[in-house]
């Protein structure tokens, strides 16, 4: 390896490691993680419609979704972009950190 290819790693490593406080910082992967024992805990109304089986019986399974997939679709619901008027109504009553938390918890579950 030459000194440039060394130099270029160090600059690499570097910008990364910018990126990951400029992401940190904005909280943008503040979404991503969440608290699963909390999701746990809220599950309960998710559970009513949505089987923890991954079945589909008219109503989508929501477990072993990737957790920014899961969040991004609570947030279409919660700005009715996703047009469903008992998701938008459960969606809307959820802060961000229940989201990330539910999300954290169904993406734990495995199908």
Known sequence: MNPGDALTTKRMRAAGAVA?????????????????????????SCV???????????????????????????????SK?????????IAGKLSDEEVAALAAYFGSIKP
């Open 81 to 89: 972009a996703r047009p469903n008027p008992v998701m938008q109504t």
């Open 48 to 78: 009513t419609c949505h089987q923890l089986s991954g079945r589909y019986d008219g109503i989508p399974p929501i477990i072993g979704w990737p957790d920014e997939s899961f969040v991004a679709i609570m947030n279409e619901y919660r």
């Open 20 to 44: 990951a406080l400029v992401l940190s910082a904005s909280g943008a992967n503040a979404q991503a993680k969440g608290d699963r024992e909390f999701g746990r805990y809220l599950s309960s």
